[in-house]
C-alpha cells in the first residue's frame, strides 16, 4: 500500500452507531464501541444471531423502521456483495448521518453503490484487518482491533465529516486507520490475506485422504498452515469471488513456483536442489518483511521452550514467573503432545532475557530444554 497514510482525528465524533450485521466482526465493533460508552443499535436478519449479540451486550435491538433520529454512523457488517444494496437501504430509512462497511473487499462494493444511485459523500468504505478462523457473535471480542490496521478507502465524493466518524471509529476500537485507494487495497489483501486463505486450504485438503500414520505425525508445522482453512467456507466464496482477479493473480504466481519446485525435485539433480533452496530463501526473505509488533520492523526473538503438563493454572503460574523475572513475553505458541496429558510452551522473549526467564522457570520445577 505504497500511497497509503495513517490518519489521525478525535475519537469522540461517534456516540451512537447502528451496527447492520452481528457476525464475528459487526459484534466486536459493537462490544468495543459499548467499552467506550457509546449508545449501540443493533439489527440483523437472522434473529437468533442478533438476540445473542444483544445478550453478549454488544447493544440494544434496532426498533423497526427508521430510529427516531439519525445515528451519527451506520456500520454495515455484511458480505462483499450485499453492502451496496444494504448501503442503499439504510440511507433510505436515514439510519445515521454517516455510514461505513467492514467488507474485505472494496472496488467491486463501491461500483455497485454508484450503480445503485447511493449517497456516496456520505459513506466512506473501510476493512479491519483483524479476524479470526470462528464466526459469529459468539466468537467476537471488544480486543479484536487493538493495533491492526483499519483501512479507509474514500472517494472523492466523500464529506469530510464523514471520513472523520469513519476514522474515530477505528480508533475507538483500537485500530490504526490508514487511508488507501480501494482498488490498491483490493490488490494487497490478495497477496496477504486471500490468496493464503486459498493455499491454506490446498494444503488442508491434502489431508482429507491422509491416513491415521501421516496424521498422527502432524505436528505445529501443518497445524500453522492450515488454522485459517477452518474458516466458514461461505464466507470466504463471497469474499473470493468479489476480489477474484487480483486473488487468480497471486494463486497463479503462487503455483508457478510449487510447478516449478515439483519439477525440480523429481529432476533430482545437485542443480535442481539449489533452484529449490532458492525459492526457500526467498520465503525466508519475503517472511522478513511482514511488519512486527506495533507495525515496526520484525524484532529476532529467542524461543524459550517449558514443558507443561494439561492443568488448571500452568500457563497463569507460568506468566507470573515471567512477570516476577521482569521479562515480557512477546508471543506464545503450544504445541500439544498427541496421547499425553502435556505440551511444549514456546515463548518468545527479547534475546538478553532468555536465560534469565529460563533460570526463573527451572527453579520453579518447570522443565526448560536446551538452555
Known amino acids: 500500500m505504497g500511497r497509503s497514510r495513517v490518519t489521525g482525528v478525535d475519537e469522540d465524533v461517534v456516540g451512537r452507531i447502528v451496527v447492520v450485521g452481528t457476525g464475528l466482526i459487526g459484534t466486536s465493533i459493537a462490544l468495543a464501541m459499548r467499552e467506550r460508552g457509546a449508545e449501540v443499535l443493533l439489527t440483523d436478519r437472522d434473529a437468533a444471531a442478533l438476540a445473542l449479540a444483544v445478550e453478549l451486550g454488544a447493544g440494544t435491538a434496532l426498533p423497526d423502521g427508521a430510529s427516531a433520529e439519525p445515528a451519527d454512523l451506520a456500520v454495515l457488517a455484511v458480505p462483499p456483495a450485499a453492502v451496496a444494496v444494504t448501503l442503499l437501504d439504510a440511507q433510505k430509512r436515514g439510519l445515521a448521518t454517516a455510514y461505513t462497511d467492514v467488507a474485505s473487499v472494496k472496488a467491486l462494493p463501491l461500483a455497485q453503490a454508484a450503480e445503485l444511485g447511493c449517497d456516496l459523500s456520505t459513506f466512506v468504505a473501510g476493512h479491519p484487518l483483524a479476524g479470526s478462523e470462528r ?86 508445522g501443518v497445524r500453522d498452515v492450515t ?72 524484532s529476532a526473538y529467542a524461543t524459550v521452550q517449558v514443558v507443561i503438563p494439561d492443568r488448571p493454572g500452568e500457563l497463569a503460574m507460568i506468566f507470573q514467573a515471567a512477570g516476577v523475572a521482569g521479562v515480557n513475553i512477546e508471543d506464545v505458541t503450544i504445541e500439544h503432545s498427541p496421547g499425553r496429558p502435556l505440551g511444549v510452551l514456546e515463548l518468545s522473549v527479547v534475546p538478553e532475557a532468555a536465560d534469565r526467564l529460563a533460570a526463573e522457570l527451572r527453579s520453579r520445577g518447570w522443565s526448560v530444554p536446551g538452555r
Not at 487495497?185 to 490475506?193: E, F, I, N, T
Not at 469474499?239 to 515439483?262: G, M, Q, R
Request: charged content about 20%.
Open 135 to 220: 464466526s459469529g457473535p459468539g466468537a467476537a471480542r471488544p480486543d479484536l482491533f487493538l493495533g491492526r490496521p483499519w483501512a479507509l478507502c474514500a472517494t472523492p465524493e466523500a464529506a469530510p465529516e464523514a471520513v472523520a466518524a469513519v476514522t474515530a471509529l477505528a480508533k475507538a476500537c483500537g485500530a490504526m486507520p490508514v487511508e488507501v485507494d480501494a482498488a490498491e487495497h483490493d490488490r494487497a489483501v490478495a497477496l496477504v490475506s486471500h490468496g493464503p486463505h486459498v493455499v491454506s486450504a490446498a494444503v488442508a485438503a491434502r489431508l482429507t485422504a491422509a491416513d491415521d500414520v501421516a496424521l498422527g505425525l502432524s505436528g505445529q
Open 227 to 298: 488454522r485459517i482453512a477452518a474458516s466458514d467456507p461461505r464466507l470466504w466464496i463471497g469474499i473470493l469471488s468479489a476480489n477474484a482477479e487480483p486473488v487468480a493473480d497471486v494463486l497463479e504466481a503462487v503455483a508457478t513456483d510449487l510447478a516449478v519446485a515439483a519439477s525440480l525435485l523429481r529432476d533430482g539433480s545437485e542443480g535442481a536442489a539449489a533452484h529449490v533452496a532458492d525459492l526457500l530463501l526467498r520465503g525466508n526473505a519475503g517472511r522478513s518483511r511482514i511488519p512486527g509488533k506495533h507495525g515496526g520492523d520484525q
